[in-house]
């Protein structure tokens, strides 16, 4: 069973970067899709970035395409959300997870064909 904690969350003005880290423990992710959702107060988890498990691929919701980056290093079971000109719409919980099956990335978007979860880390985007 592998362990994620995510952390860089915090609070940032609009048109601020924040950088976030999902570190696994207990098993390699390096045969394993990631992903990174979110989840803001009232609403729904929702699908933010996927990243193949050798890194060579990656798949962005619209609402970030352009200013969010995930990548990641196996050789540290990391993955990272590089996240640029933040707006008060990206405040959520944000969660990393790893696709349930080894080399699999079909239906990335949804959160159902996500195995493990971290506990999440805040981001807050102030006006």
């Known amino acids: 069973q592998v362990q994620l904690v995510e952390s860089g969350g915090g609070l940032v003005q609009a048109g601020g970067s924040l950088r976030l880290s999902c570190a696994a423990s207990g098993r390699t992710i390096n045969r394993y899709a990631m992903g990174w959702f979110r989840q803001a107060p009232g609403k729904e988890r929702e699908f933010v970035a996927a990243?193949?498990?050798?890194?060579?691929?990656?798949y962005y919701s619209d609402s970030v395409k352009g200013r969010f980056t995930m990548s990641r290093d196996n050789a540290k079971n990391t993955v990272y959300l590089q996240m640029n000109s933040l707006d008060s719409e990206d405040t959520a919980v944000y969660y990393c997870?790893?696709?349930?099956?080894?080399?699999?990335?079909?239906?990335?978007?949804?959160?159902?064909?996500?195995?493990?979860w971290g506990q999440g880390t805040q981001v807050t985007v102030s006006s």
């Open positions: 990243i193949t498990w050798g890194g060579g691929t990656t």
């Open positions: 997870a790893t696709y349930k099956t080894p080399f699999g990335i079909r239906d990335f978007g949804d959160a159902k064909n996500f195995g493990s």
